[in-house]
């Protein structure tokens, strides 16, 4: 089940050391709405859930993956893999899964 409180925005945030500004650009909604879902008892629309979730998959396995510096070093430098474009630029353009599967194949190759 979806649920805001399992889906929190600024733990997701967080753990993918983004800003408020930098988050509510890859959920699509305004940096406003963001800090209300953070802060108070406004919850996110279904869409926006789903959208965590996703988010919330990419955080889980670059942590696993990642230092947290390391996971702001795989968000924000350009791979080729993506041509050229960064995970967070994937990410906002909706490649979710071609953002896993980088992410998959880092953490396969640590040799877990």
Do not use: C
Not at 26 to 36: I, P
């Amino acid at each position: 089940m979806l649920s805001s409180d399992v889906l929190n925005p600024q733990v997701i945030r967080q753990m993918l050391h983004l800003s408020q500004e930098r988050m509510s650009h890859l959920l699509h909604v305004s940096t406003k709405t963001l800090w209300r879902w953070e802060n108070t008892s406004t919850a996110p629309n279904s869409v926006a859930l789903q959208h965590l979730s996703k988010l919330k998959q990419i955080a889980s396995l670059a942590s696993k993956v990642y230092t947290p510096e390391g996971i702001e070093t795989f968000l924000f430098t350009p791979i080729e893999e993506f041509d050229f474009l960064t995970a967070y630029d994937m990410i906002a353009l909706g490649k979710h899964e071609q953002v896993l599967g980088a992410l998959a194949a880092d953490y396969e190759g640590l040799g877990y």
